[in-house]
């Protein structure tokens, strides 16, 4: 609460300060991070900054335009699905690394297989192991092969998985490719101190590709935890462009004046996991359905998107972020009825209510929020608040009775990245339901879109009319950067700073 | 005196060890860290692959044991995080950290030792007001807020000194008052009451009575004798400030061992953490150590005891 008082505070002392100085005069962009980077290889790093650096460093063979979503080709030209499990793709020529090694079909060869095998410990694996290997055809030509059938290959493709070069990764490895990366994207990385200190400069020989060529000549991101230090110095002068702002400073920024503050949806999904399987305890309350329906009714979503989360996050009520494919939105819907919500309590056996431990992993003031609907009809929670790797590890054992989640998807525009990585009979699975995972099982595999979408939706209305979830709201993030840059933010919380440009 | 410097040694050794092994097995209970290596994205086979990877299904001694034989030859392993060797992870950011404690102490050490004989010389006067002001104010404040204030005034409105980084001196003026005033008031407290007590002993009086002058009274006779508790307290603050200032590191975004550590146990890395804790412990054993090197100095009496 202090800090939040305090940010009052540097704003009101900061209004007489008057605009920044620009950096437009170097061709530099200052920008922060708040989190330390772990690794810039982007296979090995799980972090949104992360990825940030690896759509500026690196390209993937295919591109998603964020804005209508539609896909072209990037590192490859043309692909078509030779059978199910088969892709081949037709790679672009007179692409080079920055290193100056050409692109070719050994490149995806090898960053395929390297990935690809679980061996060599890629740490987000949902990434990469649908697929199974690459091979050469020719040196322009190239096949994907996948485990099992897999329609969100694409999207895949034209998210995580991006090229390396082979004869310098095969010689650095994961570690040198973190502190000096190399690969064929618009952005040059000029140094790297890692967790620190980050230096990009424009490829000026970057290829004819979906991205565009950058604009601005050097791209200078240092890590400052602290928010309110970060707003020091955006006033000041020495930053041009912060994000992740939180709302209540975000808007007092805008009522300065001085910058443009633009907000934007993420794909981010807050949800309330309940154990209706009864993992914590047969006796658990919430193996009953009407318990499960009551939780959803007790949640006022509208007031929370307005009070605490505010800008473009909305309300939501799949176990999926609504512009991922697949991702049905005309399921139950539970609208905030307290009354209704005892009532269901009541008929579960449960008049007078009961007390359950109540787990969240990150945004105190959202789980304490829901946290006092929840004791409002009746259910008494005993809030714990554990670090993520703690929460995950009492999940897996089928230790929470309810906890407050959410999901990022990895802004994977895919249902299957949201819903099939929670309700296929996983350790993190709460509700081991067989219909939605046969369901799942059909559509995370057809290759027939309209088949996939039917599916989806028969599990997501499945999921909701067991409420099994109580989804809640999108999350959504605050854009802060000097009226010097002009940039529109997309819905994926990416960064991409070769869409940037000084005014 | 070189058998009891041998001794000494010998038990601090042994303090680091009991040390190294306590934290190891406070974090080994503390949660599994193949879920934190595997990040939020990762599902249970790949948690499962990393926990074979890392070797983390073996049995705690033995993983304790490789550690150690390790550590000795000065090989702390990779950083589950940043995939680097702790070791230089440890060296980049230590540097940042040292600067910052020899900064800090000094600062508080200048500010508080004056300002204390000062006010024992005339209690209850308005420097012993306005020293008491001081320290209560130092006390009380909480070093975030002390730091973003600097930060509003220093960094934005005057716009004379950077508000974060490390890459130059100037860069170290605002977190250095920071944490060295933030470390000041104990410092003054224990200077002053050290030299009340000194000021009324009967040694002074004589010294006084045979004619000898104020200064060499003030110096010589009482301070060299009311400092003796305050070299210890420095020793510990100074070890304080190397591991601990991780509010004033983070605000300034110093990036020091202090910020490392704190951050490295919410990202379970535990070779870093282990590495960490094994120096600030050293640190600890080294400046008290030191300390009590320098009081058997001024203290001619402790030499023999």
Not at chain 1, 83 to 88: A, C, N, S, Y
Not at chain 1, 229 to 246: C, H, M, R, S, Y
């Amino acid at each position: 609460m202090n800090r939040y008082l305090l940010g009052t505070a540097v704003a009101a002392l900061t209004l007489s300060a008057g605009g920044a100085f620009a950096d437009k005069s170097d061709d530099t962009l200052r920008v922060a991070f708040t989190k330390e980077l772990e690794s810039v290889d982007s296979y090995y790093n799980s972090a949104r900054e992360g990825v940030v650096l690896q759509r500026a460093i690196w390209d993937g063979l295919i591109y998603r335009d964020p804005v209508t979503n539609e896909y072209v080709g990037n590192l490859a030209t043309s692909w078509e699905w030779i059978d199910d499990t088969t892709l081949e793709l037709k790679l672009r020529e007179g692409v080079s690394f920055h290193n100056g090694e050409p692109f070719n079909a050994d490149d995806v060869v090898y960053t395929v297989n390297f990935v690809a095998d679980e061996a060599n410990g890629a740490v987000t694996q949902n990434n990469v192991n649908w697929m199974e290997s690459a091979e050469k055809i020719d040196d322009y030509t190239v096949r994907i092969h996948t485990k099992a059938p897999y329609p969100a290959a694409i999207e895949y493709l034209s998210g995580p998985v991006s090229m390396y070069p082979n004869e310098y990764y095969a010689e650095v490895g994961p570690t040198g490719m973190g502190t000096a990366p190399i690969g064929t994207g618009p952005y040059k990385v000029v140094s790297v101190d890692p967790g620190k200190h980050f230096v990009l400069e424009a490829n000026t020989e970057y290829h004819d590709g979906p991205k565009g060529q950058p604009e601005i000549g050097r791209i200078d991101i240092r890590t400052i935890p602290e928010v309110n230090t970060q707003l020091a110095e955006l006033f000041n002068g020495t930053l041009d462009l912060i994000w992740q702002v939180p709302s209540d400073q975000a808007e007092r920024i805008e009522q300065m004046g001085d910058f443009v503050v633009s907000n934007e949806s993420t794909m981010r999904v807050g949800y309330l996991a309940m154990d209706a399987a009864g993992r914590s305890g047969a006796d658990n309350p919430f193996t009953d359905l009407k318990v499960r329906q009551a939780v959803n009714h007790a949640l006022d979503r509208e007031t929370l998107v307005d009070a605490l989360l505010k800008g473009k996050s909305t309300p939501i009520h799949t176990a999926c972020f609504p512009s991922q494919f697949g991702c049905a939105q005309d399921v139950t819907e539970y609208e905030y009825d307290p009354e209704k919500a005892k009532a269901l309590l009541a008929e579960a056996g449960y008049p007078d209510g009961f007390k359950t431990e109540f787990y969240a992993y990150r945004d105190r003031e959202f789980a304490e929020a829901i946290a006092s609907y929840l004791n409002a009809v009746g259910i008494e929670t005993d809030f714990k608040m554990l670090q993520y790797s703690a929460l995950r590890d009492l999940n897996m054992k089928g230790e929470v009775p309810i906890s407050f989640q959410t999901w990022g998807s990895f802004s994977v525009n895919d249902a299957s990245a949201m819903v099939s990585q929670f309700f296929k009979h996983g350790e993190l699975d709460d509700a081991r339901d067989d219909e939605v995972l046969a369901d799942l099982d059909i559509a995370d595999s057809s290759t027939d879109p309209a088949v996939r979408k039917e599916h989806y939706a028969l599990a997501l209305q499945r999921i909701a009319d067991q409420a099994y979830w109580a989804p809640m709201f999108s999350y959504n993030t605050n854009y802060v950067f000097t009226d010097e840059v002009s940039y529109a933010p997309t819905a994926d919380e990416v960064l991409r700073f070769h869409e940037m440009s000084w005014k | 005196m070189l058998r009891f410097i041998l001794r000494r040694l010998g038990l601090a050794v042994l303090v680091a060890l009991t040390v190294s092994f306590i934290s190891f097995s406070l974090l080994f209970l503390s949660g599994d860290p193949a879920i934190a290596i595997a990040g939020e994205g990762a599902n249970e086979n790949d948690i499962a692959a990393i926990r074979k990877l890392y070797g983390f299904d073996r049995p705690m001694l033995l993983q304790y044991w490789d550690w150690l034989s390790s550590a000795l030859r000065f090989d702390f392993g990779e950083s589950y995080y940043f995939r680097l060797p702790v070791a230089d992870l440890i060296a980049d950011r230590l540097s940042v950290t040292m600067i910052l404690g020899v900064c800090g102490i000094s600062f508080a050490l200048l500010l508080a030792v004056p300002l204390g004989v000062l006010a024992a010389i005339r209690p209850n006067s308005i420097i012993d007001r306005v020293a008491l002001f001081l320290s209560v104010a130092g006390q009380a404040m909480p070093s975030f807020w002390f730091g973003l204030i600097l930060i509003v005034v220093f960094s934005i409105n005057l716009r004379w000194l950077p508000a974060s980084g490390a890459e130059s001196w100037r860069h170290f003026i605002l977190p250095t008052i920071v944490l060295g005033y933030y470390a000041m008031p104990a410092i003054m407290r224990l200077t002053r009451a050290g030299m009340l007590e000194v000021l009324s002993a009967d040694y002074v009086r004589t010294a006084r009575a045979k004619g000898a002058p104020e200064g060499l009274v003030l110096f010589k006779h009482a301070l060299r004798n009311a400092i003796i508790p305050v070299v210890s307290l420095a020793a510990v603050q100074m070890g304080f400030m190397l591991g601990g200032s991780i509010v004033v590191e983070s605000i300034f975004a110093l990036h020091g061992a202090g910020y490392l550590a704190w951050e490295s146990i919410g990202r379970n890395d535990l070779p870093t953490v282990q590495a960490l804790i094994l120096v600030f412990s050293l640190f600890y054993i080294v400046f008290t150590f030191l300390a009590d090197v320098l009081n058997a100095w001024l203290d001619p009496r402790m030499r023999s005891s």
